[in-house]
């Protein structure tokens, strides 16, 4: 006979009992890191599972057997769907969406030129750009072509009518939003003027309702309050500066109109627009002068004016980050 409270092995099954006077016994399977091991100092009466004691509990074994049973009820109507499940059709659909986003970019090429790349590549920016991260309001959603009226959005309407050749190139065959059209062709446009390849993801949904007014950021801003502004969409100190340095083409004075390159950041910190004889040249807005002219700006003008590799990166994160704010997908 033993002792109560020892520990004996089970002759039907690999489990101990235990016996108290108080309950005839508790189950308690045998593990590695069972809590019976480790409490040499007084028997176990605590299940390796659950971890109640059956001192305190005498239905802890009730009470597993119903968790299972909850376990169970929800897992096996999923067991049909998992059994039948296409493992190949996540990598279908994603070979889809690749062979979708070459033949748009293949379109794309066909009518943005060196020459139209800065508009376009704009375009993105006044669509993206009345994001509110408060009120989740604005973003990439193809909007723009609902405001071309407002005087931030004045010329638009010329890259508008150029995508509008890509997008009737691609339909009914291939069909794309607006949203996507202008990620996909801003990413192209920095491509063809020798930027990075940009890879865009599809499926953002056109909005059919114009954007918010007032959300623009304003090109008089000083630096602390490009941050504040763009803070309010979500874009930090250094993806601010990124993404300014799509001023490099366009014919704002920053080096060749045509190419995409960190001469922008170069001439920012010269400050040609100082010396008397260019007083009356356009070298830049307002808005990338005050750049240098702010501390926390000036330690990533100053990083990407040594190294156009990190620009390159970064503004590569910065799109990605700029044409998914505010999207709604399919």
């Given at each position: 006979?033993?002792?109560?409270?020892?520990?004996?092995?089970?002759a039907?099954?690999?489990?101990?009992r235990?016996?108290?006077?108080?309950?005839?016994?508790?189950?308690?399977?045998v593990?590695?890191?069972?809590?019976?091991?480790?409490?040499?100092?007084?028997?176990?009466?605590?299940?390796?599972?659950c971890g109640?004691?059956?001192a305190?509990?005498?239905?802890?074994?009730?009470?597993?057997?119903?968790?299972?049973?909850?376990?169970?009820?929800?897992?096996?109507?999923?067991?049909?769907a998992?059994?039948?499940?296409?493992?190949?059709?996540?990598?279908?659909?994603a070979?889809?969406?690749a062979?979708?986003?070459?033949?748009?970019?293949a379109?794309?090429?066909?009518?943005v030129?060196?020459?139209k790349?800065?508009?376009?590549?704009?375009?993105?920016f006044?669509?993206?750009?009345?994001?509110?991260?408060?009120?989740?309001q604005g973003?990439?959603?193809?909007?723009i072509?609902l405001e071309?009226?407002r005087?931030?959005?004045?010329g638009?309407?010329?890259?508008?009518?150029v995508?509008?050749?890509v997008?009737?190139?691609l339909e009914?065959d291939?069909e794309v939003?607006?949203?996507?059209?202008?990620?996909v062709?801003?990413?192209?446009?920095?491509?063809?003027?020798?930027g990075?390849?940009?890879?865009?993801?599809?499926?953002?949904?056109?909005?059919s309702?114009?954007?918010?007014e007032?959300?623009?950021?304003?090109?008089?801003?000083?630096?602390?309050?490009?941050r504040?502004?763009f803070?309010?969409?979500?874009?930090s100190?250094?993806?601010?500066?990124a993404l300014?340095?799509?001023?490099?083409?366009?014919?704002?004075?920053?080096?060749?109109?045509?190419?995409?390159d960190?001469?922008?950041?170069?001439?920012?910190?010269?400050?040609?627009?100082?010396?008397?004889?260019?007083e009356?040249?356009?070298?830049?807005?307002?808005?990338d002068r005050?750049?240098?002219?702010d501390?926390?700006?000036?330690?990533?003008?100053?990083?990407?004016?040594?190294d156009?590799?990190?620009?390159?990166?970064d503004?590569?994160?910065?799109?990605?980050?700029?044409?998914?704010?505010?999207?709604?997908?399919?």
């Amino acid at each position: 006979m033993a002792a109560l409270g020892v520990r004996q092995p089970c002759a039907s099954s690999a489990v101990f009992r235990t016996q108290s006077p108080k309950w005839t016994s508790c189950i308690v399977p045998v593990t590695l890191n069972c809590r019976a091991q480790q409490r040499s100092c007084c028997p176990s009466r605590v299940c390796a599972i659950c971890g109640t004691d059956s001192a305190e509990n005498d239905t802890h074994a009730f009470k597993l057997q119903r968790r299972r049973s909850l376990v169970v009820s929800i897992l096996l109507p999923l067991l049909p769907a998992i059994i039948n499940s296409d493992p190949g059709s996540t990598a279908s659909a994603a070979e889809e969406e690749a062979v979708r986003l070459e033949q748009i970019r293949a379109a794309v090429r066909k009518f943005v030129t060196k020459a139209k790349a800065a508009g376009v590549l704009r375009l993105v920016f006044h669509d993206a750009g009345p994001f509110n991260l408060a009120t989740k309001q604005g973003g990439m959603n193809g909007s723009i072509v609902l405001e071309l009226e407002r005087p931030e959005n004045q010329g638009l309407n010329r890259s508008i009518k150029v995508l509008s050749k890509v997008k009737a190139a691609l339909e009914p065959d291939v069909e794309v939003s607006w949203a996507d059209l202008i990620a996909v062709a801003g990413a192209e446009a920095v491509s063809i003027c020798g930027g990075p390849k940009i890879d865009v993801q599809l499926g953002r949904l056109d909005s059919s309702l114009p954007d918010p007014e007032g959300q623009m950021p304003e090109e008089t801003l000083t630096g602390s309050q490009l941050r504040e502004a763009f803070q309010a969409k979500g874009f930090s100190t250094q993806e601010l500066v990124a993404l300014s340095g799509a001023h490099s083409v366009g014919g704002k004075g920053f080096g060749d109109p045509y190419t995409f390159d960190n001469i922008y950041y170069k001439i920012l910190l010269d400050k040609p627009w100082l010396t008397k004889e260019n007083e009356t040249k356009m070298i830049g807005l307002d808005s990338d002068r005050a750049l240098p002219e702010d501390e926390e700006c000036l330690r990533w003008v100053n990083a990407y004016a040594q190294d156009q590799d990190l620009f390159f990166r970064d503004f590569t994160s910065a799109y990605m980050k700029l044409v998914d704010t505010g999207v709604r997908r399919l």
